[in-house]
């Protein structure tokens, strides 16, 4: 019954338009036959999907502050990154962008589970991980991202939930909120 | 400090190369000028934005399963909606989308707060909604939705967060959760 997500068994694919193939971002208008016939049109964003990481230092949440050009605003997030090594497993990109994005590596990576983040129109699925046991590692951070990072009390957790507007970083701040309280 | 989202001041738009217009979704590639200097290339998906809701009923969160193509799966969401309506408020489209896709009517809407799906990427913002105070109305659900309403308990609610995949619904729930552990 909480069935969270289930394979279209039959789904079949009727057409297939390119309109677009980007550097991060692809495009296709997609015509789709369903198990029970109907023919649906879908605008469909290719993406190779992401991470999420939920570093957790001495009793702080390390988030950055980066530039989002698409929606004008400098947004306060968890460090994340694409999967855009072909072949990486998820937990060695969140290795690799907790290293590049907040200068850390991380003893435990534990998995928070995923999520599509807009799975009407885009095939993004984000893992989501704990990092604790961090320890400082040489990094170059990559000067274009511009990412600055904010280290957060946790006993700030409820404020800085309230405050950010970044949804794979809400699910994860959120996620860690569940679990302190089942601790507490 | 605790700044969730900041604009941009002094960014500038270097150009705009229009590559797609759809029915749901605009692409755009975009150079922006930082107020650095520094000219930076970004692919941006227009949309118009989103509501998501959290209905609660009789100690029930109505959930609502559908096919999302884009995914290849029946995922389990919340009610949600396009801001398709030129100049309609957030709220209103959450009581119309609502009665469309549940068959309720909302006494009381209340603002969870918002956040941007993928702002690296996508311009959509949602607005999300705890709806309350619900009653039947006569609705005609549409066919291609194929919209199947869960009404799922309560009580079930941690399982219900652990099997969800769908970040808006994610989201609402763990916000509906957080509340509820503050007020045991």
Redesign the interface.
Known sequence: ????????AG?GVEGAEQ??R????D?D??R?R?P?G?V??????G?PGAVVMVPVEDEHVLMV?Q???????????LPAGKLDVPGEPPVECARRELAEEVGRSAGALEDL??????????????HCFLATDLAPVAHEPI??E?IEV?P?PLR?LG??????????S??GL??L??RL?ARA
């Not at 980007?22 to 971002?25: I, L, P, R």
């Not at 649906?40 to 964003?45: F, H, L, Q």
């Not at 530039?67 to 997030?77: F, N």
């Open positions: 019954m909480l069935d969270g997500g289930r394979p279209i789904l309109v677009y980007g550097e991060v971002v495009l208008v997609m789709y369903r029970g109907l649906v049109r879908r605008e469909v964003i993406h502050r530039p989002r050009e698409a929606v004008g605003e400098y947004l306060l997030e589970g995923g999520f599509y983040t807009a799975p009407a129109i885009l095939e993004e699925y984000i000067p274009e511009e904010v957060v700030d404020a800085l939930i309230d405050e950010v507007r970044d949804a794979k809400l699910i959120l996620r909120d569940r309280r």
